[in-house]
């Protein structure tokens, strides 16, 4: 029996690098599958892991019918074992509930990794809908690691090296150069830390303050509520 499994984590966890190998596998066993993504790093039509590794794959549009696009393949005769769907997070409700009803009425595996919650510490659509449908949802082992050694379990957006916890839900930038001016980064951090609005550029602030102490909570303190 076919299912719909999710793979979620934080940023670096590994999520893209494990949907490679999972297509390396089936592929391996011949296999046929079909890979999405939707907004990777590397660009339109690609999933790309931060190791190096990349492929194709199909762009996931907001109008991009899973179903649709899936009998079409199967009634002109191409083979489809399985779907590998990289970023679901940015997927709509619907495509989630498509990707549902393949498993369901085609029996074709669905493999889906994606982040769970955004900047806000909210849920994004697509991963709300598919931890409501999927037949499975695996949190990835791989610990990425806050700037201060702990376990990280939350995304931050950071522009200019402040925090922010406001503003629209997506927003492409980096995680790994240096930003500009008044562009956006992002990097996971712990949950003390997320709730404390306190970056690694923040973090790396206070240390070199004469007033405080490099972990001294008051230079961080916790907004008020809003």
């Known amino acids: 029996m076919a299912q719909l499994c999710f793979f979620a984590g934080t940023m670096d966890c590994g999520k ?30 690609r999933l790309s892991s931060r190791l190096g590794l990349s492929t194709e794959a199909v762009e996931v549009g907001e109008d991009l019918d899973f179903w649709e696009t899936t009998v079409a393949q199967l009634s002109a005769g191409a083979r489809v074992d399985y779907l590998i769907c990289d970023e679901a997070q940015f997927y709509t409700p619907e495509q989630v509930e498509q990707l549902a009803r393949i498993v369901d009425e085609l029996d074709i595996e669905v493999f889906a990794f994606g982040i769970t919650s955004d900047f806000r510490t909210e849920l994004f659509p697509g991963s709300r809908r598919l ?63 997320h709730m404390r609005r306190m970056s690694s550029t923040s973090a790396h602030a206070a240390a070199l303050s004469a007033d405080v102490l490099p972990f001294d909570l008051n230079a961080c303190p916790v907004p008020p509520p809003v």
């Open 16 to 45: 893209s690098t494990l949907a490679l190998q999972m297509d390396h596998n089936h592929r391996a066993r011949g296999l046929v599958g079909v890979i999405f993504t939707r907004l990777d790093r590397s660009g339109e039509a």
């Open 131 to 193: 931890i409501e449908l999927a037949d499975s949802t695996q949190v990835l082992q791989v610990a990425a690691l806050c700037w201060c050694g702990r376990r990280a379990t939350h995304n931050a957006r950071v522009v200019d090296g402040v925090m922010v916890v406001e503003g629209e839900q997506v927003v492409i930038g980096d995680t790994a150069e240096p930003v500009e001016q008044g562009e956006v980064e992002y990097e996971v951090l712990c949950r003390r830390h």
